[in-house]
């Protein structure tokens, strides 16, 4: 069966510090991957997704990027955090062929 | 553009009582339907889906039905738990986006009181 990881599980960062989250991936080859992020306000945005190894596409403008740098790998970084990125970020992945995502269990960053 | 509008909420109700959470959409052609529930501090977990007109999903006594003609996919049980509290999504995915976009409801909370 397959499963996805992400740690830390939280984390508390100065504003202006870097960042690195981390998903995970086991039980199935070449996913989709995706970054989500959760404000306070509940809704879910879409920040970035992949279709293969290097391939990262961005649904909206900001200080965060990702990487693809394993099949089943996808990080999610920043050089300098704001305040504004603080939140609940998910990581999930979809089987190609299929229209079914599955998440992970979240990341809570709080940026102070 | 997909769109999803689910009740606002917060719904509150007695253990044991009948829930629905209304969901409608946008879409073109015939997008894949989904409710996700999020327990306190954890990620969104798949509740049930449904691919196609009139098809019911169903799991742990939650039920919805997919109707293409009102454009719905609304949530119910008959009965509710204290352990059904939780953040519920609405959510779509349509068959002409190549990375399998998923187009979610703002969400909806459900407090379930002994």
């Known amino acids: 069966s397959q499963t996805i990881h992400q740690w830390p599980a939280t984390l508390v960062q100065p504003v202006g510090s870097p960042l690195s989250l981390e998903c995970t991936v086991e039980?199935?080859?070449?996913?989709?991957l995706y970054w989500y992020r959760q404000a306070a306000g509940r809704g879910l945005q879409l920040l970035f997704y992949s279709v293969g190894i290097g391939q990262i596409s961005s649904e909206v403008p900001q200080n965060l990027s990702a990487s693809r740098p394993q099949d089943r790998q996808f990080i999610l970084s920043s050089k300098k955090l704001l305040l504004s990125d603080s939140g609940f970020y998910l990581c999930?992945?979809?089987?190609?062929?299929?229209?079914?995502?599955?998440f992970g269990p979240g990341t809570r960053l709080t940026v102070l | 553009g997909d769109s999803v509008t689910q009740m606002e909420g917060p719904v509150t109700l007695s253990e044991e009582a009948f829930l629905t959470i209304n969901c409608t959409y946008t879409a073109t052609g015939y997008p894949s339907l989904f409710w996700y529930v999020q327990y306190p501090g954890e990620g969104l977990q798949l509740l049930l889906k449904a691919t196609k007109a009139d098809d019911k999903g169903s799991n742990k006594g939650f039920e919805a039905t997919y109707r293409k003609e009102t454009t719905s996919f609304h949530l119910e049980k008959g009965s509710v738990q204290v352990s059904d509290s939780a953040v519920y999504f609405c959510?779509?995915?349509?068959?002409?986006?190549?990375?399998?976009?998923?187009?979610f409801g703002q969400g909806t909370i459900l407090t379930v009181h002994p």
């Open positions: 959510a779509l995915t349509s068959p002409g986006t190549s990375y399998g976009k998923l187009t």
């Open positions: 039980g199935t080859s070449n996913p989709n």
């Open positions: 999930a992945w979809k089987a190609g062929g299929t229209d079914t995502q599955y």
